[in-house]
C-alpha cells in the first residue's frame, strides 16, 4: 500500500495533506526518514509520524462541529491561536477537520479520522456542494447577483468562479442577507466573490456541506452523525 493511503487510514489526515507531511520529511518506515510519495508500506513495516508511531484505527468517527468564528480551522496554529481541535483534545480517536472555513467564518465544519472519506470529499473532482449564509454590506444589485451566478474574477486569481447559485434572502437599509451554493474551495472565496461585485462581507456562516445541514447546533457545539448521514456521504 501507498505510504499515504496507509497514513490516511490511520487517521493521520486526508491524503492530500498526508503528501505534504511525506515531503517535509516527517515520517519514517522502519527508521528511515522517506520523502517519495511511491514509497509502498507491508504487514510490520513501523511508520512513525513526527516520532509517533501510527496504526490503522478500526473505529471510524464522524463529528459535524459548529465552528465559531475566531477558530483556525488546523490541528495546530504557529500563532498560538485557538484551534478547532481544541475542543476535541479528550476525543477517545485523533480527529481532523475535513477542508477548512476561515478563521473569521463560522458554520458546519466536519471531523473524522476516516482518511480515505475525507481525500474524496475535498477533491475537486467530487464537486462538493458549500452553502453559506453571508450577510454583506449594503443591497446588491440585480446585476451584482448575475455576476455571481455567472462567475466572477476575483482579484489575485486569473481563473473566474464557476456559476454560483445565489438567493436573497433579507434586504434591510445597512446590509443584505444572501445564500450561496458554491462548489469550489479556493481561499475566501465567499468573501472575495462578494468583493469582487462592490460589497463586504460581515458574517459569513457555511449551512450545509454536501448532504450534512447544520441545522439548530449552536456555535461551539457538537454532535456525531447518524448512521444514515454517514451513508449519505459516502455515496457523494
Known amino acids: 500500500m501507498r505510504l499515504q493511503k496507509y497514513m490516511a487510514m490511520c487517521g493521520v489526515a486526508a491524503r492530500r495533506k498526508c ?71 479528550d476525543f477517545p480517536v485523533r480527529l481532523y477537520p475535513v477542508g477548512r472555513l476561515d478563521y473569521d467564518s463560522e458554520g458546519l465544519l466536519l471531523l473524522t479520522n476516516d482518511g480515505e472519506l475525507a481525500q474524496r470529499l475535498t477533491h ?16 446588491p444589485s440585480n446585476e451584482a447577483i448575475d455576476k455571481l451566478r455567472r462567475g466572477v474574477f476575483m482579484e489575485g486569481d486569473e481563473r473566474r468562479t464557476y456559476p454560483a ?38 458574517l459569513l456562516r457555511r449551512i450545509r456541506f454536501g448532504t450534512l445541514e447544520l441545522g439548530d447546533l449552536r456555535r461551539g457545539q457538537w454532535r456525531e452523525l447518524t448512521p444514515q448521514e454517514i451513508s449519505e456521504l459516502k455515496k457523494l
Open 19 to 89: 503528501e505534504e507531511i511525506i515531503a517535509e520529511g516527517r515520517v519514517r518506515v522502519n527508521g528511515q526518514i522517506i520523502t517519495e510519495m511511491g514509497t509502498q508500506v507491508e504487514d510490520g513495516d513501523r511508520v512513525e509520524v513526527d516520532g509517533a508511531l501510527i496504526t490503522p484505527e478500526e473505529e471510524k468517527r464522524y463529528i459535524l462541529y459548529h465552528k465559531p468564528a475566531g477558530e483556525v480551522t488546523t490541528v495546530s496554529d504557529d500563532k498560538g491561536r485557538e484551534t478547532v481541535m481544541d475542543r476535541f483534545n
Open 124 to 139: 475537486p473532482s467530487c464537486e462538493v456542494d458549500k452553502v453559506y449564509l453571508a450577510r454583506v454590506t449594503g443591497n
Open 165 to 202: 447559485q445565489v438567493r436573497v434572502v433579507r434586504d434591510e437599509s445597512l446590509y443584505s442577507d444572501i445564500v450561496v451554493s458554491i462548489h469550489e474551495g479556493r481561499n475566501r472565496q465567499v468573501r472575495r466573490m462578494f468583493d469582487a461585485v462592490g460589497h463586504k462581507v460581515l
